[in-house]
Nanobody
Framework: EVQVVESGGGSVQAGGSLRLSCETS?????????MGWYRQAPGKEREAVAI???????KYADSVKGRVIISKDNFKRTLYLQMTSLKPEDTAIYYC????????????????WGRGTQVTVAS
């Protein structure tokens, strides 16, 4: 069974920073797995924020490019999302997902989801 658990969310002022973490466990080789961060704002569809390939190659949504960095620690089996210069429109539940290894920002590529962590950015 694959488990994905997010943490690190919270409430910050606009311009602030947060670092999200995603711990994984289960019968899969994390170092050769593609992962991603996704978010869902109230009343909106879930969208891809950033993805990382097994070799560390990254891709970002235009809305966050230059403000977030996705990274992973293969030894700890943990995925990270460092977010800076946060804006009120970044307010959402952020989800970590284990995904198929396609080079695209696509929610439907995710095969295992976490339960999410809330990020709230006040203006």
């Amino acid at each position: 069974e694959v488990q994905v658990v997010e943490s690190g969310g919270g409430s910050v002022q606009a311009g602030g920073s947060l670092r999200l973490s995603c711990e994984t466990s289960g019968q899969f080789t994390f170092s050769s797995t593609c992962m991603g961060w996704y978010r869902q704002a109230p009343g909106k569809e879930r969208e891809a924020v950033a993805i990382i390939a097994e070799d560390g190659t990254t891709k970002y949504a235009d809305s966050v490019k230059g403000r977030v960095i996705i990274s992973k620690d293969n030894f700890k089996r943990t995925l990270y999302l460092q977010m800076t210069s946060l804006k009120p429109e970044d307010t959402a539940i952020y989800y970590c997902g284990r995904r198929g290894c396609w080079d695209r920002l696509r929610v439907l590529d995710v095969v295992d989801w976490g339960r999410g962590t809330q990020v709230t950015v006040a203006s």
